[in-house]
């Protein structure tokens, strides 16, 4: 009987388009979840647990419409997990001291050389990871040059 692989849920792009480079905890997070593990993005784990556990899917949808109010798209659950990212806002704050030379050199590691939201924050922070961190400094590096660091060519 062959089993469902485990799935690490990310919007990174570059966890999940071959050929990024990841930092050594992107690279730990994959691994736990175990051989073959698919890496997915936030919407395709949606649409597997609609098509595999469709009674768990219509359980968490009908929360967050209680939580909302109203009925919501899958597009709508996402954007309200987006929003409600206290730490990504924390960090947006930290990083709105960034210049013209630095947010260029982050736009070189994202689009250029497809390092992952992780292995930018290694790369300016040097000791530490962290994915958020990482978003939060593509998000003012393209806000710099006229971008959206959740489109292309960004992610």
Not at 81 to 97: A, D, L, Q
Not at 106 to 130: F, G, K
Request: charge should be negative.
């Amino acid at each position: 009987m062959k089993s469902e692989p485990n799935y690490v849920v990310t919007e990174d792009k570059w966890m999940r388009v071959p050929g990024g480079i990841l930092d050594e905890n992107d690279k730990a997070v994959i691994k736990e979840a175990g051989e073959g593990a698919i890496v997915i993005n936030v919407e395709q784990m949606f649409q597997k647990m609609k098509e595999t556990e469709p009674e768990k899917f219509e359980q968490y949808k009908k929360n967050e419409e209680e939580k909302a109010g109203k009925s919501l798209t899958i597009e709508d659950i996402i954007a309200l997990g987006k929003v409600g990212n206290e730490r990504f806002e924390e960090f947006k704050s930290m990083v709105m001291i960034l210049n013209l030379d630095a947010a260029i050199h982050i736009r070189q590691m994202r689009l250029v050389e497809h390092r992952t939201w992780r292995s930018i924050s290694r790369a300016i922070m040097e000791t530490e990871s962290n994915q958020i961190f990482g978003m939060a400094l593509c998000w003012r590096a393209a806000i710099m040059m006229g971008e959206d660091f959740e489109e292309d060519p960004w992610n």
